[in-house]
């Protein structure tokens, strides 16, 4: 299977294995602070789900969950697309020739 287009790297099994449970990992992570930043605020008093629900459909707030989603994105694009060939740069190497 090869793939011209960048933003659909040749990834074999493990590779597509190991980033589906680095996501779920970091997607748990990230859904715990959540949960318990809201559930903190909640029994503050300093806000309530409603008002946490309002929040998180405001523009302002979708256009920065959107931006960050971007970002994330273009990252885990350029991690896939790192090559496993020993002579390649590492990522590392390929930003200090950019620099």
Do not use: C, W, Y
């Amino acid at each position: 299977m090869s793939s011209d287009d960048p933003l659909k790297p040749d990834l074999d099994t493990s590779q597509l294995a190991a980033l589906v449970f680095e996501l779920a990992s970091q997607l748990h992570a990230e859904r715990s602070a959540r949960i318990a930043l809201q559930n903190a605020l909640i029994r503050a008093g300093i806000t309530t789900d409603i008002e946490i629900g309002e929040a998180a459909e405001a523009a302002l707030t979708r256009e920065e969950t959107a931006a960050a989603l971007a970002r994330s994105m273009l990252k885990l694009m350029r991690v896939l697309r790192e090559s496993d060939d020993p002579r390649s740069p590492t990522r590392h190497e390929a930003e200090e020739r950019n620099a």
